[in-house]
């Protein structure tokens, strides 16, 4: 089906906002749960966001939540992360992920992008 392929971050400052893409050759089916993970610089992967890709069902990390907003749009085979309120400390690779459990877990998922960069500067 292809692997995952992220687009969209790049190097803002704070209180800006950025829009990341997250598609794939294959389609994506109902069954998939669709996350967004993040890596900050010298730490490990955190859980950001996740929905079902046949319905809506996000669910935020605390230190996102009412800043970001995770979609779907079926019809161009995307997943979205609107990002609003950047501060310095959402600096990270952001990944795109799915997974068949509804979890914030990162080893539940089963496949990853390649991710991309997204650099907040106060």
């Known amino acids: 089906q292809g692997q995952l392929s992220e687009s969209g971050g790049g190097l803002v400052q704070a209180g800006d906002s950025l829009r990341l893409s997250c598609t794939r050759p294959?389609?994506?089916?109902?069954?998939?749960?669709m996350g967004w993970f993040r890596q900050p610089p010298g730490k490990e992967r955190e859980f950001v966001a996740m929905?079902?890709?046949?319905?809506?069902?996000?669910k935020y990390s605390d230190s996102v939540k009412g800043r970001f907003t995770i979609s779907t749009d079926s019809a161009k085979n995307t997943v979205y992360l609107q990002m609003d309120s950047l501060n310095p400390d959402d600096t990270a690779v952001y990944y795109c992920?799915?997974?068949?459990?509804?979890?914030?877990?990162?080893?539940?998922?089963?496949?990853w992008g390649q991710g991309t960069q997204v650099t907040v500067s106060s």
């Open positions: 992920a799915i997974g068949s459990t509804y979890t914030t877990t990162p080893r539940d998922y089963f496949a």
């Open positions: 294959g389609r994506f089916f109902s069954s998939h749960v």
């Open positions: 929905t079902r890709w046949s319905r809506n069902s996000p």
